[in-house]
C-alpha cells in the first residue's frame, strides 16, 4: 500500500536513490523543480498520476533562483527531470548554461513567439502579474496602497514585509522595474537605487519562503507586501486569512512563466510528456480554474477563466520591460543591492 509522504525533497543524494530504485511500487520516478507550491503541485501530482498510473511524480518545491542554482549545481550530474515554473529570463538564463534539452511540444505555437525560446529550450504555460498585497483587516479603504510609490509613505515604515530577493524571481522582477523604471525615465539607474534603498527602510523583515510571508502578514507582523498575483488568489480560495491584493495602477511587471526540460534527465521521455501535459489546453484551463494561473496560451477563452482573472485581465496595466537587459543586467544588480543596501538604512 502506497504511504502519504512528504512532496518537498531536499537531499540530492535521495533524489539520486529514487530516481534509480523507482517509487518503491514499481512506477518509474519523474523528478520536478517547480515553484509553484504545494497546494498546485499536489494537484498536479494526483492530477498526473491518475493520467499515467505508471509515473511516481515527485515535485521538488522551491524558489525560482534556489532552481536556477541547484540545476547549475547539479549540471555534472542532473537530479531533476523537468523545470516547471519561474519567469522566462531565468530559464533563457539556464538556457544560457546548457541546463536544459531542446523540446518543441505539440502546443509551442499556441503562445505567443514573445512567451517562448526561439531556440525551442523553454516554452511559455502562464502569465503571473505582480500586486502590492496587505492584511485587509488593518489596511481598509484609502490607506490602501494603490501604486509602489505608496509603499513608501512613511505610516507603512517597518510595516513592510518582503520576500527575500535573493531567492525569488518574482522580488528579482519588481526590484529590477525599479531599476529599468530608472533607466527609461532618466537614462541611468540612480533613481531606481533610491527607490530600492526608500523600500528597504520601509521593510521589517526579508521573509524565508512564501507560507512564512502570507503568516506573518496574516498575524499583523507586518501590514503590506509585494507578490504575485496567483498565488494570493489560491491562497484566498483556500485559507481565510485576511490578505488582498490590488494591481498597481501606474504598471505592473507580467512575468511569462516557463517549462523546460532538464539537460541529462534521466528519463527524458517521461520529462517531454510531462510538459507535453503540462502546457496542453486542458490542463492550463484546470490550472486557471484551481490556481488561477493565467494562461499563456491565447486560444484559451476569457469565460474559460475564473473570475479573478477575468477582472485582473481588465484591470491589468503592463510594465513596459526591457527584458533582454534585465536578463543580462539583473544578476549585477541583484549582487549590488545585497551588499549595498540591504540593511543600510
Avoid at 523528478?31 to 504545494?38: A, D, F, M, N, Q
Amino acid at each position: 500500500m502506497r504511504t502519504a509522504r512528504p512532496r518537498t525533497l531536499a537531499v540530492p543524494a535521495l533524489l539520486a536513490l529514487l530516481a534509480a530504485c523507482g517509487g518503491g511500487d514499481g512506477r518509474q520516478v519523474l523528478t520536478v523543480y517547480s515553484p509553484h507550491g504545494r497546494d498546485m503541485l499536489k494537484a498536479f501530482e494526483a492530477a498526473y498520476e491518475r493520467a499515467n498510473p505508471g509515473v511516481d511524480l515527485q515535485f521538488v518545491d522551491m524558489g525560482s533562483q534556489e532552481i536556477l542554482d541547484r540545476l547549475r549545481s547539479e549540471k555534472a550530474n542532473p537530479q531533476a527531470d523537468v523545470w516547471f515554473g519561474a519567469p522566462a529570463y531565468t530559464f533563457a538564463q539556464g538556457a544560457a548554461d546548457s541546463l536544459l534539452e531542446r523540446f518543441v511540444p505539440t502546443w509551442a505555437t499556441a503562445v505567443p513567439a514573445e512567451a517562448r525560446d526561439p531556440a525551442g529550450y523553454w516554452h511559455g504555460t502562464y502569465l503571473t502579474p505582480e500586486v502590492i498585497a496587505y492584511n485587509s483587516k488593518r489596511v481598509t479603504g484609502a490607506q490602501v496602497p494603490a501604486d509602489w510609490d505608496d509603499v513608501l509613505d512613511p505610516r507603512w515604515k517597518g510595516k513592510v514585509l518582503i520576500r527575500d530577493p535573493m531567492a525569488s524571481g518574482t522580488m528579482r522582477t519588481i526590484f529590477g522595474m525599479a531599476v529599468l523604471r530608472s533607466l527609461r525615465q532618466t537614462g541611468d539607474t540612480a533613481q531606481g537605487w533610491r527607490w530600492l534603498r526608500r523600500l528597504d527602510g520601509q521593510t521589517k523583515e526579508y521573509v524565508l519562503n512564501p507560507t512564512l510571508l502570507y503568516q506573518k502578514l496574516a498575524r499583523e507582523e507586518g501590514l503590506v507586501t509585494l507578490w504575485d498575483l496567483p498565488d494570493l488568489e489560491e491562497l484566498r480560495s483556500h485559507t481565510d486569512l485576511p490578505i488582498a491584493y490590488v494591481l498597481p495602477r501606474s504598471g505592473t511587471p507580467v512575468l511569462v512563466d516557463a517549462i523546460g526540460v532538464v539537460k541529462g534527465a534521466q528519463h527524458p521521455e517521461l520529462a517531454r510528456a510531462f510538459v507535453e501535459w503540462a502546457g496542453s489546453a486542458p490542463q492550463v484551463t484546470a490550472a486557471a480554474r484551481t490556481s488561477f494561473r493565467l494562461p499563456a496560451r491565447t486560444d484559451v477563452p476569457d469565460s474559460a477563466l475564473p473570475e479573478p482573472l477575468r477582472r485582473a485581465k481588465q484591470a491589468l496595466k503592463a510594465e513596459p520591460m526591457d527584458w533582454r537587459r534585465f536578463e543580462k543586467e539583473s544578476p549585477g544588480w541583484m549582487r549590488y543591492w545585497d551588499t549595498n543596501v540591504r540593511g543600510r538604512r
